[in-house]
């Protein structure tokens, strides 16, 4: 089946956001698992280890920054697996507008979250 969606074609700026967005979110999870095993021995997995690191603003906004590009990363390839499998009109729009909404609320809520653990609200 041919791809319906530019992002998804080679050289395009969705194509090129979606693969950055990749590539971010591996490092991450790469620096931070290295950190959790082998320098910090588990010393992260506990709560209050987590909840003394987000007093760091560093950490912070890495975990800030991690959520958003999460977030992006996956609902532009929902959407984009929607339209290659032929959403088209009016669905195309409601189906954008709900998971435009959905990626707001688990931002807004994850950078809450984030925020409250940090001791800022």
């Known amino acids: 089946m041919a791809e319906r969606y530019s992002s998804f074609t080679p050289g395009g700026t969705g194509w090129f956001l979606q693969r950055i967005t990749a590539a971010f979110l591996v490092v991450v999870l790469a620096f931070h698992f290295f950190l959790l ?18 007093e760091n603003v560093g950490y912070f906004l890495t975990m800030v920054l991690f959520l958003i590009t999460a977030t992006f990363h996956g609902v ?46």
Do not use: P
């Open 37 to 54: 095993h082998f320098v910090n021995h588990a010393y992260e997995v506990t709560f209050m280890g987590t909840q003394a690191r987000m």
């Open 76 to 121: 532009n390839g929902v959407y984009n697996a929607l339209v290659n499998q032929g959403l088209e009109g009016t669905q195309k729009k409601a189906v954008l507008g709900v998971l435009v909404v959905a990626a707001l609320a688990l931002v807004g809520q994850g950078t809450y979250v984030a925020l409250t653990m940090a001791g800022m609200i």
